[in-house]
C-alpha cells in the first residue's frame, strides 16, 4: 500500500496522517504523527492512538478493506481524567467528568457547528431528566483554543440551604458560572472570613447534579446523539 503513493509527500502536512493494513498494524506515520505519538510503525493503530488493546468504536475498518469504500474522517484524540465517553464522531468527543467537587460534561470539537449541534443534544437529555419544559439550570463557559471546549454544568437546585438561613448561619452564596468555574465568590466580607472547606463542599452538594444523574444524562444525551448521526 505505501509503494502507491509518494510517501515523502505526506511530511508535508501540518495534520497527522497515517497509514494503515488489513491487520490494524501501522505502515507509515508521518511526521506530525510521530512528534504526537512516537514511533508506532508494526505497532496496531488503536494501541498507538488511544493505548486500546481493541479497535476504535467509530473505526471504519470494515467500510474501507471488506466493502472497498473511501472515507474521510478527522479525529480529535483527548484523554480525560475521571472522564466517561458519552459520545465520539470525527470531529466531536463528549464526556461526563465526575469525581470531583462538581459533576459536569465536557464537549469538544474542531468545528463550531459541532460544538452546537452537540450542545443543543446535551441540553435535550437534561431537560427529559428534569422533566422541564423550559431551559434546565445549568452553567456553561466555553474556551477556544484552537478547538472549541465547552463545560456544562448541570444544576441540581439554584441555590444552596445556606442562603436562606438566619443570623451567624447564614451564607450568602448563591453559586454561579465563575464559582462553577473554580472561583468562588463571597459577596460580603463576613462570608469570606467564616466560610469553611466544609462548607464550601456542601454548597456544591447541594448545587451540582449527582454522579448517578449525570450518567443518566449521559445516557440519554449519547441515545439521541447517536440516533442522529444514524
Request: hydrophobic fraction near 40%; aromatic fraction near 12%; charged fraction near 25%.
Amino acid at each position: 500500500m505505501t509503494d502507491s503513493i509518494p510517501i515523502r509527500l505526506l511530511d508535508a502536512f501540518e495534520d497527522g496522517i497515517y497509514i494503515i493494513n488489513e491487520g490494524y498494524i501501522i505502515k507509515f506515520m508521518n511526521n506530525t504523527m510521530k512528534a504526537l505519538f512516537g514511533e508506532g510503525v508494526g505497532e496496531k493503530c488503536h494501541k498507538i492512538l488511544k493505548g486500546s488493546d481493541t479497535p476504535c468504536k467509530n473505526c471504519k475498518f470494515d467500510e474501507i478493506f471488506i466493502n472497498n469504500e473511501a472515507h474521510y474522517s478527522e479525529i480529535y484524540i483527548k484523554s480525560v481524567n475521571n472522564g466517561e465517553l458519552f459520545y465520539e464522531d470525527f470531529d466531536t468527543a463528549v464526556y461526563g467528568i465526575s469525581g470531583y467537587l462538581r459533576n459536569f460534561f465536557f464537549i469538544t470539537a474542531n468545528k463550531k457547528d459541532s460544538v452546537i449541534l452537540q450542545f443543543e443534544n446535551l441540553q435535550k437529555a437534561i431537560k427529559d431528566i428534569f422533566v422541564t419544559p423550559d431551559e434546565p439550570m445549568m452553567n456553561v463557559l466555553v474556551l477556544f483554543d484552537e478547538k472549541w471546549k465547552v463545560l456544562v454544568f448541570p444544576r441540581a437546585q439554584h441555590r444552596p440551604n445556606q442562603y436562606f438561613l438566619k443570623g451567624n448561619d447564614k451564607l450568602l452564596i448563591s453559586p454561579a458560572a465563575a464559582d462553577f468555574g473554580g472561583q468562588l465568590i463571597t459577596p460580603r466580607k463576613e462570608d469570606f472570613n467564616k466560610i469553611t472547606i466544609d462548607d464550601i463542599e456542601n454548597i456544591f452538594a447541594q448545587t451540582s447534579t449527582s454522579e448517578d444523574i449525570l450518567r443518566q444524562i449521559g445516557k440519554n444525551y449519547s441515545a439521541l446523539a447517536s440516533k442522529q448521526r444514524g
